[in-house]
């Protein structure tokens, strides 16, 4: 088929345009249908491509579908490519993506809008899919925009509550924010190469010699809009309050797929990076620094869905690690099985709220293993699959990254390591004081809500069981080897070779050192855990209060340009100057009027007077005919 | 020279409209603008020879009468409602 | 020679005469001091020789339009506020501009002139002559100012009119 790739992108926007126009007037069934339909088509269609493409020996495959403008000799084209990068990323944002939307039928079942939230799925499944599959930036950017915009829609999918709205609002400016690196990334781009296809831009920059603009400036410049989309410092800060979404859409956008665009893009122009020292030393720096701070701030956090967020953050800091020094591959096999491991979490915790009516937080419940067995397996698997425990998926894609980080020699260093062991311990440890908190110990549930508990519905449970299955066997799926030819491994010092296997044996201790710690502060009935809270207070608050990161930019950033826009823009342009001009133009015009009125006074020797004064005139000007 | 004596009375009618304050008074000034310039044209007509400064001055003459004829009666008139010949009162088309 | 003399002292007294009526108080005063100004001009025009324009003249202007001035003055009661403060208030706006204004025409006409002309007298204006030439040239002028005098005749009619409803 030669359209298939076209076919990928547009099944979830005929979804959208379905169940946007008429899913309300056609019923639950069919919005159900639909909805989880054409992205389980669209699944179906990209493993097709995968068959030929492995058929095909790898070459890539290039489709263009439509010429958008033709302007002064270039012509900008929507063109899709297909290699195994592409592959493997379409694959799990299509086949993620299905399953959380046959999960959210059971999840949105009561909810008013039904057909809104699987159209607005489905139209984020289009940008995403836009997204990965482009060939040019300029369709990823429409791509990256629009998963912007259908991330605002759905966390502030129950607008009707201001703090759900303003945490979608919050989303997107953060968004807008990165997107200005973003673009002057692509002017740069564009300026010095002419193109903006990412296969001609990786290839321009790995040939020699390069082209003349710097890669540091460009690798810097994306990475900013990198940050934005993937909740790095110091963007970071709309990703713990887009938990105001529907669950699913946390599990969907925010952990699985729409977080780790940034991440992608750096993989798929990796020529640049590779060409850029100080801008991968920048990324790797950042994703350490995120990676450790948000670590810290979940050891504390109180709100099951805010755990899985700040965790989120500091997973796709150990992504941007990995980029940092050169292991592009690994990164995205970290991609990978996060995506697995961290939608089995958020579907999981979205069980568990189901389950309790919607009690969030963890100090509220406990004693729930025996009670929702399923919830409770699924959610042990991929909290253990997290901490990095073997054989589960998340310790190969962790080892790699935690070995590339100290011996590769595009920027491995010791310190670089040593922080990336720090929050894998914190991982570890604050994943199963979620466990512990929410499924173990003495219920702290209140009566009403402990009658409630029941298991989810089989739509629900079944997404998880798959999902934890993936997260347990996804890791043997070498993703790195299968990138390899695509994206090459970076050389690992020869000097530490030897300490390769010492280095495997310690991140298994450190996952279950983790998970000791976890278990001997939070087990039994928790009474250590407020011990060590009373004894730390002030570092409890600095965690609880998120480094007061929010703050610090309300008072430096928003307060002043709050008082400049109302100050400097509303009433001194806007009022004094624009408006007051105009009204002074007409005062002047009406005072002029009223003072040349007062020569009509009905006195006819005025008159007189001024007909003499006109004759003196006229006779004064022609004076030189005389 | 006439042409500057028709001039001066010329210049003298116009004064005395603008500073006489007397109705009557300012119309016989007008009369005397009208006199001053039936001067000019006599001397213009007179100096070149053509009859066309004459028969101008006639229609002056026809002119001036008729305004006359109107502009006292109006004046009357104007004299009853305001109670005196004082131009200031006569201020109603101002604004 | 005498014509020179007697040219200047006509030409005289219409200027005497005409200052004169800016400054008397009581406008009988003034009419006659108006009537004076306009004999000076009829004989102004008859030294020149235009004895038909002079003749028009006392006729006209001073039989018809004075005459009728003296009746208006006398019909009415002049001594009102206009007789105790003869002057407006822009008397000295009025003398400045009026001095203005004479001093450019004087100039103009001085640069134009040089020299003066005086008169000669011609006899191009015999009223034989002149008659002739105003029928046989200038005769549209002429019905324009019939119309023009029957334009005024209705005036009047409308003026009596206005006249009879103001006293009810």
């Known amino acids: 088929m030669s359209h298939v790739l076209?076919?990928?992108?547009?099944?979830?926007?005929?979804?959208?345009?379905?169940?946007?126009?008429?899913?309300?007037?056609?019923?639950?069934?069919?919005?159900?249908?639909?909805?989880?339909?054409?992205?389980?088509?669209?699944?179906?269609?990209?493993?097709?491509?995968?068959?030929?493409?492995?058929?095909?020996?790898?070459?890539?495959?290039?489709?263009?579908?439509?010429?958008?403008?033709?302007?002064?000799?270039?012509?900008?084209?929507?063109a899709f490519y297909f290699d195994r990068l592409t592959a493997v990323m379409a694959l799990i944002v299509t086949g993620v993506g299905s399953l959380i939307h046959v999960y959210s039928i059971g999840y949105m079942k009561d909810d008013a809008s039904y057909a809104r939230y699987f159209a607005y799925l489905n139209l984020f499944l289009f940008f995403m899919l836009l997204l990965v599959l482009g060939r040019s930036l300029l369709v990823l950017f429409v791509g990256w925009e629009g998963v912007g915009l259908a991330s605002y829609l759905l966390i502030g999918f129950w607008f009707e509550d201001p703090e759900k709205a303003r945490a979608g609002k919050k989303a997107f400016i953060t968004n807008r924010i990165g997107d200005a690196g973003f673009l002057l990334g692509m002017f740069v781009l564009y300026q010095a190469l002419g193109t903006l296809d990412m296969d001609r831009i990786n290839l321009a920059f790995l040939a020699t010699p390069g082209p003349a603009v710097s890669a540091s400036l460009v690798g810097i410049l994306l990475f900013i809009g990198a940050t934005g989309k993937s909740a790095q410092i110091p963007l970071h800060v709309w990703l713990p309050d887009a938990m105001a979404g529907p669950t699913p859409v946390s599990a969907l956008i925010h952990a699985a797929t729409m977080v780790t665009a940034g991440v992608y893009l750096v993989a798929r122009l990796s020529g640049i990076y590779l060409n850029a020292p100080e801008a991968s030393a920048l990324v790797a720096g950042i994703g350490a620094a995120t990676a450790f701070f948000a670590a810290t701030i979940a050891v504390v956090q109180t709100d099951i869905k805010k755990v899985l967020a700040y965790?989120?953050?500091?997973?796709?800091?150990?992504?941007?690690?990995?980029?940092?020094?050169?292991?592009?591959?690994?990164?995205?096999?970290?991609?990978?099985?996060?995506?697995?491991?961290?939608?089995?979490?958020?579907?999981?915790?979205?069980?568990?709220?189901?389950?309790?009516?919607?009690?969030?937080?963890?100090?509220?419940?406990?004693?729930?293993?025996?009670?929702?067995?399923?919830?409770?397996?699924?959610?042990?698997?991929?909290?253990?699959?997290?901490?990095?425990?073997?054989?589960?998926?998340?310790?190969?894609?962790?080892?790699?990254?935690?070995?590339?980080?100290?011996?590769?020699?595009?920027?491995?260093?010791?310190?670089?390591?040593?922080?990336?062991?720090?929050?894998?311990?914190?991982?570890?440890?604050?994943?199963?004081?979620?466990?512990?908190?929410?499924?173990?110990?003495?219920?702290?549930?209140?009566?009403?809500v402990e009658h409630h508990v029941h298991e989810s519905p089989t739509s629900m449970t079944?997404?998880?069981?798959?999902?934890?299955?993936?997260?347990?066997?996804?890791?043997?799926?070498?993703?790195?080897?299968?990138?390899?030819?695509?994206?090459?491994?970076?050389?690992?010092?020869?000097?530490?070779?030897?300490?390769?296997?010492?280095?495997?044996?310690?991140?298994?201790?450190?996952?279950?050192?983790?998970?000791?710690?976890?278990?001997?502060?939070?087990?039994?009935?928790?009474?250590?855990?407020?011990?060590?809270?009373?004894?730390?207070?002030?570092?409890?608050?600095?965690?609880?209060?998120?480094?007061?990161?929010?703050?610090?930019?309300?008072?430096?950033?928003?307060?002043?340009?709050?008082?400049?826009?109302?100050?400097?823009?509303?009433?001194?342009?806007?009022?004094s100057i624009i408006d007051g001009s105009l009204h002074g133009l007409a005062a002047l015009g009406r005072r002029t009027a009223g003072g040349l009125s007062r020569i009509q006074n009905g006195q006819l020797h005025l008159y007189a007077l001024l007909v003499l004064v006109g004759i003196v005139f006229s006779l004064a000007w022609s004076w030189r005919h005389v | 020279m006439l042409i500057a004596v028709s001039a001066a009375l010329f210049a003298l009618g116009l004064l005395g409209v603008i500073v006489r304050r007397n109705v009557l008074v300012m119309l016989m000034c007008m009369e005397l603008m009208l006199n001053g310039v039936n001067l000019s044209l006599v001397t213009f007509a007179q100096q070149s020879g053509s009859a066309a400064g004459a028969v101008l001055v006639l229609l002056v003459f026809v002119v001036a009468t008729a305004e006359i004829a109107i502009a006292i009666p109006i004046v009357l008139l104007l004299a009853q409602r305001k109670n005196g010949l004082d131009l200031d009162a006569y201020d109603d088309l101002r604004g | 020679m005498i014509e020179t003399v007697l040219l200047w002292l006509f030409a005289g007294t219409a200027l005497a005469a005409a200052c004169l009526m800016l400054v008397l108080r009581h406008p009988m005063r003034v009419a006659l001091a108006l009537t004076a100004t306009m004999l000076s001009l009829a004989g102004v025009y008859a030294l020149l020789g235009v004895h038909v324009i002079a003749v028009f003249q006392v006729l006209i202007y001073v039989g018809a339009v004075m005459v009728f001035m003296v009746y208006a003055i006398m019909l009415l009661d002049v001594r009102d506020r206009s007789f105790t403060r003869r002057f407006s208030r822009l008397l000295v706006p009025g003398i400045a501009v009026a001095l203005l204004f004479l001093a450019i025409l004087g100039g103009g006409?001085?640069?134009?002139?040089?020299?003066?002309?005086?008169?000669?007298?011609?006899?191009?204006?015999?009223?034989?002559?002149?008659?002739?030439?105003?029928?046989?040239?200038?005769?549209?002028?002429?019905?324009?100012?019939?119309?023009?005098?029957?334009?005024?005749?209705?005036?009047?009619?409308?003026?009596?009119?206005?006249?009879?409803?103001a006293r009810g």
């Open chain 1, 311 to 448: 965790s989120t953050i500091s997973q796709l800091g150990f992504m941007f690690v990995a980029l940092g020094v050169g292991a592009y591959g690994v990164a995205i096999f970290h991609l990978y099985t996060h995506a697995f491991f961290k939608a089995c979490l958020f579907l999981g915790a979205g069980s568990v709220i189901h389950a309790l009516g919607g009690e969030q937080d963890i100090r509220k419940m406990g004693g729930l293993a025996r009670r929702i067995p399923f919830t409770f397996a699924t959610f042990a698997v991929a909290t253990a699959a997290i901490a990095g425990i073997p054989p589960l998926a998340g310790f190969f894609s962790k080892d790699e990254i935690l070995w590339f980080a100290f011996a590769s020699e595009r920027g491995g260093s010791t310190v670089l390591y040593v922080t990336m062991v720090a929050t894998a311990l914190l991982t570890s440890f604050y994943m199963f004081r979620l466990l512990w908190r929410t499924f173990f110990g003495r219920s702290r549930m209140t009566a009403e």
């Open chain 1, 6 to 78: 076209a076919l990928i992108v547009l099944l979830p926007l005929a979804g959208f345009l379905v169940n946007g126009l008429a899913g309300k007037r056609l019923g639950n069934t069919f919005v159900s249908a639909v909805g989880c339909g054409l992205p389980v088509a669209a699944f179906v269609a990209a493993v097709q491509c995968l068959i030929e493409l492995t058929a095909a020996g790898g070459t890539p495959r290039i489709e263009v579908a439509y010429t958008w403008a033709d302007i002064g000799g270039s012509s900008f084209e929507i």
């Open chain 3, 109 to 165: 006409l001085w640069r134009a002139l040089g020299g003066h002309a005086t008169a000669s007298a011609g006899t191009l204006f015999t009223l034989q002559e002149f008659s002739v030439e105003f029928l046989n040239d200038y005769w549209l002028h002429f019905e324009l100012v019939s119309v023009l005098l029957v334009a005024a005749v209705v005036a009047a009619l409308a003026v009596l009119e206005v006249g009879r409803r």
């Open chain 1, 462 to 575: 079944g997404v998880l069981i798959v999902l934890a299955l993936l997260s347990a066997v996804g890791g043997f799926l070498s993703i790195p080897h299968y990138l390899e030819r695509l994206l090459p491994m970076p050389d690992a010092a020869a000097s530490l070779h030897h300490l390769e296997t010492p280095l495997l044996v310690l991140s298994i201790v450190i996952a279950f050192a983790g998970l000791a710690l976890a278990a001997f502060v939070y087990g039994g009935d928790g009474a250590r855990a407020e011990r060590l809270q009373r004894r730390l207070p002030g570092l409890h608050r600095v965690l609880s209060g998120k480094y007061f990161v929010d703050e610090a930019y309300e008072t430096f950033i928003g307060r002043p340009l709050y008082w400049i826009s109302d100050r400097v823009f509303l009433r001194l342009s806007d009022r």
